[in-house]
């Protein structure tokens, strides 16, 4: 639908989208930037043109031109859709920025911009944001601004590629607003985002899933951007014969582990373990001093697994490893709440899924 709101500050503006602003989105837009939208990629002006004529067509959807405001260039877009002021709720989304622009002040002053308006000026009670169940990327943004994980819609959507995805699906709700806003306006001041705490992410999945070699790139990539950070194999914590689970051995290992690296100045801690996304309260209290947790659970489809597992196992371990990774699959996906993000590793290089992965965990 076609409006007039125009909404300005923290060195953006949102204005009202026209097929005019098409050859400035026509410029950055790729594959990378339009991950997670439902339709194809659109190559040139003329492409986004047409998006934007849908855009404009859409009922209930405002939809905006993001404008730098030192620049004056178009960087982005972004919109309010389903937008229904009677029962006081709406979804923020078909956002897309400009890569140049990633990490930036864009986002929260987008978001601070558009929730302000949502909350205080038309007084809606709920405010959504809706993802594709791949987009490590925009789940972690979306986590970043405080807005709470609500849960995932199975086959929820269909993606460009004509396959079935789920969506995810966040929200933040009137009495959530002040707090929200006081995390944007900080960051938006160049606070830091996080504290003192220790910030754990968590790496679980079944057997042949590619938690260790994931956890090697996420090492390798943080290595790479000189981040200050541990790597600790869970397996390891309590590998021995016979296995002392009942006596807490693995807790109290990591709680050893942890506290040498702790003194060291470390505050990032990368744990992977199979069912580490199922105990993450038991792994945080091991850790200490009330840490931010990013539970990760990795998927892959059973043809991988098998054909990954065959590359280290041969015979009767063959067949018990891959019996016991179908089990834990079972389990993990029956066991592992919303707050759990699952990331795909099929067919992924291992940086790939390391990058997902550091982004959800906001480092």
């Given at each position: 639908?076609?409006?007039?709101?125009?909404?300005?500050?923290?060195?953006?503006?949102?204005?009202?989208?026209?097929?005019?602003?098409?050859?400035?989105?026509?410029?950055?837009?790729?594959?990378?930037?339009?991950?997670?939208?439902?339709?194809?990629?659109?190559?040139?002006?003329?492409?986004l043109?047409?998006?934007?004529?849908?855009?404009?067509?859409?009922?209930?959807?405002y939809?905006?031109?993001?404008?730098?405001?030192?620049?004056?260039?178009?960087?982005?877009?972004?919109?309010?859709?389903?937008?229904?002021?009677?029962?006081?709720?709406?979804?923020?989304?078909?956002?897309?920025?400009?890569?140049?622009?990633?990490?930036?002040?864009?986002?929260?002053?987008?978001?601070?911009?558009?929730?302000?308006?949502?909350?205080?000026?038309?007084?809606?009670a709920?405010?959504?944001?809706?993802?594709?169940?791949?987009?490590?990327?925009?789940?972690?943004?979306?986590?970043?601004?405080?807005?709470?994980?609500?849960?995932?819609?199975?086959?929820?959507?269909?993606?460009?590629?004509?396959t079935?995805?789920?969506?995810?699906?966040?929200?933040?709700?009137?009495?959530?607003?002040?707090?929200?806003?006081?995390?944007?306006?900080?960051?938006?001041?160049?606070?830091?985002?996080?504290?003192?705490?220790?910030?754990?992410?968590?790496?679980?999945?079944?057997?042949?899933?590619?938690?260790?070699?994931?956890?090697?790139?996420?090492?390798?990539?943080?290595?790479?951007?000189?981040v200050?950070?541990?790597?600790?194999?869970?397996?390891?914590?309590?590998?021995?014969?016979?296995?002392?689970?009942?006596?807490?051995?693995?807790?109290?290992?990591?709680?050893?582990?942890?506290?040498?690296?702790?003194?060291?100045?470390h505050?990032?801690?990368?744990?992977?373990?199979?069912?580490?996304?199922?105990?993450?309260?038991?792994?945080?209290?091991?850790?200490?001093?009330?840490?931010?947790?990013?539970?990760?659970?990795?998927?892959?489809?059973?043809?991988?697994?098998?054909?990954?597992?065959?590359?280290r196992?041969?015979?009767?371990?063959?067949?018990?490893?891959?019996?016991?990774?179908?089990?834990?699959?079972?389990?993990?996906?029956?066991?592992?709440?919303?707050?759990?993000?699952?990331?795909?590793?099929?067919?992924?290089?291992?940086?790939?899924?390391?990058?997902?992965?550091?982004?959800?965990?906001?480092?």
């Open positions: 639908m076609e409006h007039e709101l125009v909404l300005e500050g923290s060195g953006v503006r949102l204005v009202p989208l026209a097929v005019e602003h098409a050859g400035a989105l026509a410029a950055f837009v790729d594959e990378r930037v339009w991950r997670g939208m439902t339709s194809p990629t659109p190559v040139g002006e003329q492409a043109a047409d998006v934007v004529r849908v855009a404009l067509r859409t009922p209930a959807r939809a905006f031109a993001v404008v730098d405001r030192a620049s004056g260039r178009v960087v982005g877009s972004t919109s309010f859709y389903d937008v229904d002021r009677a029962m006081g709720r709406l979804e923020i989304g078909h956002t897309y920025y400009d890569p140049a622009v990633w990490g930036t002040h864009v986002n929260p002053a987008c978001k601070l911009l558009l929730m302000t308006h949502a909350f205080e000026t038309w007084a809606v709920r405010v959504a944001f809706r993802v594709e169940g791949r987009n490590a990327r925009s789940a972690a943004a979306v986590t970043k601004l405080g807005a709470v994980p609500e849960g995932r819609l199975r086959g929820h959507r269909v993606a460009a590629d004509g079935r995805q789920d969506s995810l699906y966040f929200s933040v709700l009137a009495d959530e607003w002040p707090a929200a806003r006081a995390r944007l306006e900080a960051r938006l001041d160049g606070a830091p985002d996080v504290d003192d705490r220790t910030s754990v992410l968590l790496l679980g999945g079944r057997s042949g899933v590619g938690k260790s070699t994931v956890a090697a790139a996420v090492h390798d990539l943080l290595v790479e951007r000189d200050a950070h541990a790597v600790v194999e869970g397996d390891a914590l309590d590998l021995a014969h016979p296995t002392p689970w009942e006596h807490g051995v693995a807790a109290a290992n990591l709680a050893d582990v942890w506290r040498r690296y702790r003194a060291l100045g505050r990032r801690l990368v744990l992977a373990n199979t069912v580490s996304v199922l105990e993450a309260d038991v792994l945080a209290a091991a850790v200490g001093d009330r840490p931010d947790v990013t539970s990760v659970l990795l998927t892959a489809n059973d043809s991988t697994v098998r054909e990954r597992l065959a590359r196992e041969v015979g009767a371990s063959y067949d018990a490893h891959v019996a016991r990774s179908d089990a834990a699959a079972r389990r993990l996906e029956a066991e592992a709440g919303v707050q759990v993000h699952r990331v795909p590793t099929d067919a992924r290089p291992p940086a790939d899924v390391a990058a997902d992965v550091i982004a959800l965990a906001g480092w």
